[in-house]
């Protein structure tokens, strides 16, 4: 599967990528999926108990509190579903970058398919090959309708190491740092857990399958919070 073509063909259909402009020593990836499908989960027959105004609604207090916890950041918004033109220029006019998959027909299928880590991992794959080109110290990666807390602090987070989170055998992505020198490390990571999240094991146990564990920093607490979709739970991090 193909995820980027040659930079200087992408650059010249894509004028307002932020790199042109200006580089920031973080970049928030805020992947997102305002509107889903009804098809099950592998695991769940609910993909969301809430409704597209909601999760827009959600996806706006993320892109809120990464303004507020960390101000300087590049904030880019991954966005795999069909929105309408108001809720575009309000997301666009919200991020740095506002980047739409939904006419990517291999995001698609991903979005619409049982695997949801699988449309993640297809959307982060997708930007790093651009993202290489930028002049940062650390990537954040966020989910979308999650907010950074009181707690966050992006000084926590390591400059030379991938920042996660452990948690009953499991490294939790909602968020994860990854620093400017392990970006290779990251996108290979990627790529295997793409291959292993469209046989149906989940993200979080595979992402680092096989990383040296010097290379791993373990967070005490993230500085993360906000409702799980398929039940409503409130999670804090």
Request: aromatic share 10%.
């Amino acid at each position: 599967m193909r995820f980027s073509e040659t930079l200087r063909s992408w650059f010249d259909r894509h004028e307002d990528v932020p790199v042109r402009v200006e580089c920031r020593s973080c970049i928030f990836l805020i992947t997102s999926a305002i509107r889903v499908s009804e098809t099950a989960l592998s695991y769940t027959t609910t993909r969301s108990t809430y409704s597209a105004h909601e999760r827009m609604a959600q996806t706006l207090r993320t892109i809120r509190s990464v303004r507020n916890r960390a101000p300087d950041s590049l904030i880019v918004l991954l966005e795999i579903s069909e929105v309408c033109a108001r809720e575009m220029e309000t997301l666009r006019s919200a991020v740095d970058w506002f980047v739409s998959l939904c006419g990517d027909p291999g995001a698609v299928a991903l979005r619409d398919g049982p695997f949801k880590g699988a449309a993640e991992i297809y959307m982060l794959l997708w930007v790093l090959p651009v993202l290489r080109y930028f002049d940062y110290v650390k990537v954040f990666k966020l989910s979308g309708r999650y907010q950074l807390s009181e707690r966050f602090d992006v000084q926590r987070f390591p400059d030379d190491k991938l920042g996660f989170l452990l948690r009953e055998g499991s490294y939790s992505t909602r968020l994860y740092s990854v620093p400017k020198t392990l970006e290779r490390l990251y996108r290979q990571q990627l790529r295997k857990a793409f291959r292993a999240a469209t046989r149906g094991d989940s993200i979080e146990a595979v992402i680092m399958r096989g990383v040296p564990s010097e290379k791993i920093e373990l967070l005490p607490y993230l500085g993360v919070c906000g409702h799980i979709a398929v039940n409503g739970d409130y999670i804090d991090e």
